[in-house]
C-alpha cells in the first residue's frame, strides 16, 4: 500500500513536532558554546521550523471530525499498560499552534533582553516548548504527567535565574504551588487506572480507554478524583483563590517567560479540565457546574478590579489574566455550544492579545528600566509605533469588536447568559472593569503629559521588534473579522464534549423540575 506524503508524516508527525525544540536544543548544547548569533540562530530556525510543521499539520487536519488525528501509538511499558500514545483533536491541535506561534514570538522578542548565560535560557524556552507540546498531543496518562512535570522545570529556572529582584521567592512560589496540583493529579491518576484494572482486568493508562471505562466507577471515587483533578488544574489556570502565584511569577519573569506563562501554561489547566474533570468525570462536572461558576465569577470580578489598583504595569497585565481565565472556565462549564467553543477560542484569543501585552511591556521596560505606571506619561510622542500597536491589544483585550477578543467575551456571555442570566450580569461587570484599568493604563502610560524629560531621547521599536508584534496584531484582526477558519476546528470536538455529559444534564434537570413542582404545590 502506497501513502502519500501527508500520511507519511502523520504516521511520525506529532513525535517530530513534540521532540524537535529539544533536537535544537541539543544541538546548541553540543557545538555551539560562546558562539551567541549562532545558537540564537538555531533556536529562532528550530521554533519557526517547529511553527512551520504544526501549521502544516493544521492544513491537512479535518476538521469535519472529533476523533484525534495523527495518532502513534506504541507499547512502552507492557507490564504497567503504559504506551506512547499520541494524538489530536481539534481542541490540542489549535493549543499546539498557539504554542509553536508564541515560542517564535518569545525567542525573537528575547533576542538582546538576555545578557547573561544567554545560551541556557534558549535552550530552556526549547525544552519549555517540547513539554508544552506534549502535555496538548499526550493520549496516555503516564505520557502526559511526564510532559507536564518536564515543562515545570525549564520554566522554573527561566524565572528564577532570568527574573527580576525578587526571582527566587517568585520562582519557588511557583514551583511549590504548581507541584503541589501534580501531586494531587498523581494521585487521581494512580486511583482511577486502579479501579479499572480491578473492574476490568487489564492495567491501562490510555485516556480514550479510561474515558470509555470509568462509566462505573463508585461516585465517591469519582467525587474525590475529580477535586484532586479539579485542584491540580484550576492552580495552572489560576482560579480564585490558588491564584496568588501568578502576580508574582509574572512581575519577576523576563519578558519571554511571562509571553509563554501567560500564553501557553495556563491554558494547560483548563485543557486538563476538559479532557479529564469533564471526559473522565461528566457526572460530577455537572454537579459541580454551580461551584465552578461561582469560582469563575468571582475571579471575573475580582481580577478585573484588583486591577485597576495596581501601579506596576505588569502585574496589571497579570491581575488582567486571573480575570480573563475566569471566562475560559465559565464557558467551558455551562455545556452549551456557545459556552464551550467561546471557551477555547478564549484560550487562544488570550494567548495572542496577554502575550502582545506582555511583549510591548518587556520593550518599554528595557529601554525605561521601569513598570511603574506613575514613572510614564506621554510615551506615544517618542513612541509613535509602539503606541499604536499598543492600543491594537488594549482595544482587543478590552474586547473592542472587529478584534479577536470580543468575539471569544461574546460567545462565553451567551453561553453563560443560556445557563443562567445571573451570572452573566455578574460577568459583564468584569468587562466594565477591564475596560476601566486598560484604558486608563494606556491614558496614563501613552497620552498625559510626559512626566520624564528623559523619555524625548528614546528610540521606538526597532524591525525586529515590530516583526514579533506584526503577527500578533494581524491574528488579532484576521480572529475578529473572520473567527470561522478557528471555530471550524471547534465544532465538531466541543459538540463531542457536550454530548459526554448530556444524559447528567437533562437528569440534573428533570430533577430541578421535579423540585419546583414539589415546592409550588405548597
Known sequence: MEFTFAEQLGFRGLTLLTFLPVIGALVMLLFMRGKANAYKATALVTSLATFALSIYLAIVFNTDTAAFQFQENFVWIDSFGINYHMGVDGISMLLVMLT?????????????????????????????????????????????????????????????????ERRVYAAIKFFLYTFAGSVLMLVAILAVVWWYSTDAGVTTFDILTLQDGLSGLPSNWAIWSFIAFFIAF???????????????????????????????????GAYGMIRFNIGFFPEVAVDAIPYVLVLSVIAIVYGAWVSIIQPDMKKLVAYSSVSHMGFVTAGLFVFNLQGVEGSILYMINHGILTGALFQMVGFFYERTHTRLIRDYGGMARPMPVAAAFFSLF?????????????????????????????????????????????????????????????????????????????PLAASALFIGIYPAPILRFLEAPSENLIAQVEPFLAQKQSIIELASSFLGGF
Open 100 to 164: 509553536s506561534f508564541l515560542s517564535v514570538i518569545a525567542i525573537l522578542g528575547s533576542w538582546n533582553y538576555v545578557k547573561d548565560r544567554e545560551l541556557a535560557f534558549f535552550i530552556s524556552l526549547l525544552v519549555l516548548e517540547t513539554g508544552m507540546i506534549g502535555v496538548f498531543t499526550s493520549m496516555d496518562l503516564f505520557l502526559f504527567y511526564v510532559f507536564w512535570e518536564i515543562q515545570l522545570i525549564p520554566m522554573y529556572f527561566v524565572i528564577g535565574i532570568w527574573g527580576g
Open 234 to 268: 484550576a492552580i495552572k489556570v489560576p482560579m480564585f483563590p490558588v491564584h496568588t502565584w501568578l502576580p508574582d511569577a509574572h512581575v519577576e519573569a523576563p519578558t519571554a517567560g511571562s509571553v509563554i506563562l501567560a500564553g501557553v501554561l495556563l491554558k494547560m
Open 394 to 470: 488594549v482595544m482587543g483585550s478590552v474586547g473592542l469588536p472587529g478584534l479577536n477578543g470580543f468575539i471569544s467575551e461574546f460567545l462565553v456571555l451567551l453561553g453563560v447568559f443560556r445557563y443562567e442570566k445571573v451570572f452573566a450580569v455578574f460577568a459583564a461587570l468584569g468587562l466594565i472593569g477591564s475596560a476601566a484599568y486598560l484604558l486608563w493604563m494606556y491614558q496614563r502610560t501613552m497620552f498625559q503629559e510626559l512626566t520624564n524629560q528623559k523619555w524625548l531621547a528614546l528610540k521606538d521599536i526597532n524591525a525586529r521588534e515590530i516583526l514579533t508584534l506584526v
